[in-house]
């Protein structure tokens, strides 16, 4: 069955409180960057990991996913320096594997993450989203790094894997590779890889591994896809995470939803992960920001989770129960 889980950052706030109160039992973790007790350490070294995942502990969440990443530009751009930043991962990976914590969630998105070219879009009952347009984009200037493409991406994602799935296989921890956020190619000059069904599943042959896996998210892969149920199944067991939310649109033009308001069908997708026997994390991702909370962290709105948790745990009771 399904872990519910919900993405608190390392530091205790009431976020960590709603969340164990909505029924989140899981975390999915960031890495302790701003703690000052790690001095003259990393986040990704031994001891600052375990404060992190002893803070989890002690509020009563299994640490199960990291969900944040030493800098990887240089290792994506292919440019010198990029070893000593996959030494950081294997040294991340290796710490992981000594804590028990069982999956790394990673993406190969170069010079920017996801990315909206609006965080205000109304939603149901005066609540905001966000949104992309890609016109608003086409004159938008490149990157300060130069045009990369996207034979060069795969060639410096596969010399990564090759470097790193042996350091994760001995330690026991699961790569779980997040789509392009939209999963659309080129932004800025700049070449997007993780953007198809079929480019996941090059990914997978590329090392295969069976450390080498998928992070199901629900809100590109349905942009990508007309049967979302039938891409959960065709992955299997090489999905290792998953974060649902949905959006309406096109990966041209889309804004993202509430969770029972947009173009998937969510109960297909939970019987479609209890029909491949997921018992993996999932966790709600890009909630509304709704009366009463704040959009400065656009898309994560505390009482938007609170909402999105609600959802989650009714439609598990449902598939799990018929």
């Known amino acids: 069955m399904i872990k519910i889980g919900e993405f608190l950052p390392p530091t205790p706030s009431p976020l960590w409180t709603l969340a164990k109160q909505g029924g989140a039992d899981w975390a999915v973790g ?15 070294d031994y001891r600052p990991l ?8 002690e509020a009563g ?21 990029r070893d000593a930043e996959i030494d950081t991962v294997c040294t991340l990976l290796e710490n992981m594997g000594r804590l028990g914590i069982p999956v790394w969630c990673y993406e190969w998105m170069t010079d920017f993450n996801w990315l909206r070219t609006n965080t205000t879009t ?6 905001v989203v966000t949104s992309f347009d890609h016109a608003l984009l086409r004159d938008a200037p490149p990157t300060e790094l130069e045009p990369i493409s996207e034979e060069a991406l795969w060639e410096n994602l596969a010399y990564f894997l090759r470097r790193v799935l042996p350091v994760a296989e ?9 789509p392009d956020d939209p999963p659309l190619s080129p932004l800025r000059g700049v070449g997007r890889i993780m953007r198809s069904v079929e480019n996941f599943q090059r990914l997978l042959d590329m090392v295969p591994s069976p450390m080498n896996g998928v992070t199901l998210c629900q809100g590109n892969f349905t942009l990508m896809t ?9 992955f299997g067991d090489k999905i290792f995470f998953v974060h649902f939310r949905d959006v309406r649109g096109t990966p041209e033009r889309f804004e993202e939803t509430w969770h029972d308001a947009g173009q998937t069908d969510m109960v297909a ?9 997921f018992d993996g994390v999932l966790r709600p991702d890009h909630v509304p920001t709704v009366a009463g909370d704040s959009n400065e962290n656009a898309g994560y709105s505390s009482f938007g ?9 009714g439609l598990r009771e449902a598939v799990y129960g018929d």
């Open 30 to 44: 960031g890495l302790p960057f701003d703690d000052p007790a790690n001095g003259d350490e990393a986040p990704w």
């Open 226 to 234: 007309d049967d979302l149920p039938g891409v959960i199944r065709h």
């Open 170 to 178: 001995r330690s026991g921890v699961k790569l779980a590779m997040h």
């Open 305 to 313: 989770r609170l909402y999105a948790l609600g959802y989650i745990r």
């Open 122 to 127: 109304p939603s149901r009952g005066g609540s």
């Open 50 to 57: 375990l404060r992190m995942k002893q803070q989890y502990e």
């Open 269 to 277: 997708c939970m019987r479609a992960y209890r029909d491949i026997g």
């Open 61 to 81: 969440f299994t640490l199960a996913v990291i969900e944040a990443r030493p800098p990887l530009n240089l290792a994506k751009r292919g440019l010198p320096g």
